[in-house]
């Protein structure tokens, strides 16, 4: 992945149910990563996200997150057709927890293991896992 990468990345739930139809799976997944001490600062409003899982990749335009009152950054939005909701969540000096639900979106080809990709801004990490999968979209977005 390009820029300075995570010193830890991890990808410990990761959940895709293959839709249909096209363009109709989700997913479910929930990261944690540390920055390294040399890495610029992450700063989710000002910085484009981008997440990749398996064969399906997504941009976060720069701007799209927003900081609430806990300090979280959040975002809800629909991007080239994907409804995705997001969350950055600050866990410890520079620790992270990222976690993102998306459906709508296009698995096509994807197979375990799934290799997961994260940058944010200039920061990035990449690592790999076995997806959980759920038969339908409808299970994977009823919890």
Known sequence: PPGVPFLAF??????IAFGSAPNTDAF??????????TAPAINPPTD?????????????PAGSFTKNHLGDFI??????GV??????EPTGT?????????VNASFTGTTNT???TL????????????AGTAPSVTAATSH
């Not at 991890?10 to 959940?15: F, G, K, N, R």
């Not at 975002?75 to 080239?80: E, G, K, P, R, Y």
Request: net charge negative.
């Open 10 to 15: 991890s990808a410990p739930v990761l959940e």
């Open 28 to 37: 479910t997944l929930g990261t944690s990563f540390t920055l390294s001490s």
């Open 48 to 60: 484009a996200v981008t997440l990749q899982i398996g064969t399906f990749s997504i941009t976060i």
């Open 75 to 80: 975002l809800t939005a629909v991007i080239n």
């Open 83 to 88: 409804t995705l909701e997001a969350v950055i």
């Open 94 to 102: 520079l620790r992270y927890a990222f976690q993102a639900r998306g």
């Open 114 to 116: 799934v290799y997961v």
């Open 119 to 130: 940058a944010i801004g200039g920061d990035s990490g990449a690592t790999s896992g076995t």
